[in-house]
């Protein structure tokens, strides 16, 4: 696979990483509205999509890393 595919498919994988757990954490508020759980257990999967978002980020850090050494 070459650097530029493999690059695709990182892209990819984290726009996915970053729409499921957006997803994620709104069905979750949902669920806790609609169900009462308490204000600890909403707060648990709000750290959870942060956890999420910030694996995002270094996906995305990673992956401009690996772009810019390709590049030179």
Excluded: C, N, P
Excluded at 29 to 43: C, D, F, K, M, P
Excluded at 48 to 55: D, Q
């Amino acid at each position: 696979m070459s650097g530029q595919d493999q690059h695709s498919r990182q892209g990819r994988i984290t726009a996915l990483v970053i729409a499921g757990t957006g997803l994620a954490w709104i069905a979750a508020t949902v669920a806790g509205e609609l169900l009462g759980w308490s204000q600890r257990t909403r707060a648990f999967f709000d750290l959870a999509a942060l956890a999420g978002f910030g694996t995002a980020i270094w996906m995305i850090y990673g992956l401009w890393r690996s772009r810019r050494k390709d590049k030179d």
